[in-house]
């Protein structure tokens, strides 16, 4: 079973500090990776996706991957209390392949 | 902005009887999907669906799930005969076209077997 880990948290930083999120997957041909936003008893809001090797930015946010770590990562600048929720990072094979997600890291932003 | 639109938002049924949850995907969409999440753990994915047929699904979706597009607009998970481990929040999704647009998710229709 191909696998999507994240550290379940909770993380908690102070606002206005830098959240870093982590996260690694199993699959070595996965291409196709996503950071999703869920508040609690929402469904999950699309953050970032990414799909090359290097850094993405939007915004406060900013994706990495490293394909040869198998591993991505979502930093999130100017933490605000609003960005408490649980980051869902998520994997798929190729674009038409189901889409695997991790099991979450819970942000606490503290005013 | 277009949405992913699912009822009901919450769906109490016995054991052992049939629910269908609903869903509306964004019209130009031509991908779908159904997902879930058991309170408390991880979105798991049940079944995807293109073109009037069941393109890949998970070993959750056995033969009491199904899926279907009645008409032009809807998009239908039904349980048969639910157990109380069918107990989740069920979330549909769609895309335009996977290779550039991520999946865009409804509210999910939080399901309770009693």
């Known amino acids: 079973q191909k696998e999507v880990e994240q550290n379940s948290g909770p993380l908690s930083v102070p606002e206005g500090a830098i959240a870093s999120l982590n996260c690694t997957y199993s699959d070595r041909v996965s291409q196709s990776f996503f950071w999703y936003r869920q508040y609690s008893g929402k469904s999950p809001e699309l953050i970032m996706s990414i799909y090359s090797n290097g850094d993405k930015e939007d915004g406060r946010f900013t994706a990495q991957l490293n394909k040869a770590s198998q591993y991505v990562s979502l930093l999130i600048r100017d933490s605000q209390p609003s960005d408490s929720a649980t980051y869902l990072c998520a994997a798929s094979k190729t674009s038409y392949d189901k889409v695997i997600f991790g099991p979450g890291t819970s942000l606490s932003v503290i005013p | 902005e277009p949405e992913v639109t699912q009822t009901p938002s919450h769906q109490v049924t016995q054991m052992g009887q049939e629910v269908i949850l609903r869903c509306v995907p964004i019209?130009?969409?031509?991908?779908f999907y159904w997902y879930r999440q058991i309170l408390g753990q991880k979105v798991e994915f049940l079944v995807s669906?293109?073109?009037?047929?069941?393109?890949?699904k998970s070993e959750i979706f056995d033969d009491q799930f199904s899926v279907e597009r009645p008409d032009g607009s809807n998009f239908t998970l039904k349980i048969r005969s639910t157990k109380l481990e069918d107990s989740a929040m069920y979330f549909c999704?769609?895309?335009?076209?996977?290779?550039?647009?991520?999946?865009?998710f409804g509210n999910g229709t939080r399901l309770t077997v009693t």
């Open positions: 999704a769609s895309n335009r076209d996977p290779t550039n647009s991520p999946l865009h």
């Open positions: 019209s130009n969409h031509l991908y």
């Open positions: 669906f293109y073109n009037n047929e069941i393109s890949e």
